[in-house]
């Protein structure tokens, strides 16, 4: 998929899951665990052992499908190259890193940077960064979202960190663009109750559909 493909399904699907794991059995079974709940576009994080190796396995898994793969926890560029040569079809960072961004840009990759502060945020933009992740979400709540979007409505915001069923609904009113969501959505993983994902996915899912008025 093209970089503005891969943006306009993360506007239409409005949730990338962001999945971590111990090992890269229970990484796996997570992702299709939350695709089976509904939820298509999947940021695997290099937290996870041989996270270049699951996202190898998930792209070629689901090739043909409306599966999004793409690498999480991206620190510097050669964690972003990696993961692009695995075959991520997204790059996001925790933080801005400037030659992160140039990289994945080198490479038409989708890039979506970390951000907190204006300054961050202006930084990314003027970078070409198309969404910025504001992060960590929890600590900068949906008033600090519309606050952000108040001198910047063009820009592009995930936030990513204490997104939940609850909350959901105020972040895409303060303005978000999408919302990133992990260990509400995927904790039972830790159990080995992939069951409880799938159905916490879907409800999150339809929960999103709602507030987007997508149904």
């Known amino acids: 998929m093209k970089k503005f493909e891969i943006y306009q399904a993360?506007?239409?699907?409005?949730?990338?899951?962001?999945?971590?794991?111990?090992?890269?059995?229970?990484?796996?079974?997570?992702?299709?665990?939350?695709?089976?709940?509904?939820i298509k576009i999947m940021e695997v994080t290099f937290t996870v052992p041989n996270a270049d190796q699951i996202i190898k396995t998930l792209v070629e898994k689901y090739k043909g499908t409306d599966m999004i793969v793409g690498a999480g926890t991206v620190l510097d560029p050669e964690t972003a190259r990696a993961a692009i040569l695995a075959g991520a079809q997204f790059v996001v960072s925790p933080a801005l890193n400037v030659e992160t961004i140039k990289l994945c840009n080198r490479y038409g990759v989708a890039v979506m940077s970390g951000i907190f502060t204006p300054t961050e945020a202006i930084t990314a933009l003027e970078y070409g960064v198309d969404?910025?992740?504001?992060?960590?979400?929890?600590?900068?709540?949906?008033?600090?979202?519309?606050?952000?979007?108040?001198p910047l409505p063009q820009a592009n915001i995930m936030p990513t960190g204490g997104v939940s069923l609850e909350n959901v609904e105020e972040w895409f009113k303060a303005g978000a663009y999408a919302v990133g969501a992990g260990s509400f959505i995927t904790k039972g993983a830790k159990s080995g109750d992939y069951k409880a994902v799938e159905d916490i996915s879907r409800e999150f899912v339809n929960k999103v559909k709602q507030v987007k008025g997508n149904k």
């Open 10 to 38: 993360v506007k239409q699907e409005g949730v990338v899951v962001v999945i971590r794991g111990d090992s890269v059995d229970q990484a796996i079974k997570t992702v299709e665990a939350c695709y089976a709940g509904g």
């Open 131 to 150: 969404i910025l992740k504001l992060f960590p979400g929890d600590v900068a709540t949906p008033k600090g979202l519309k606050a952000l979007k108040g």
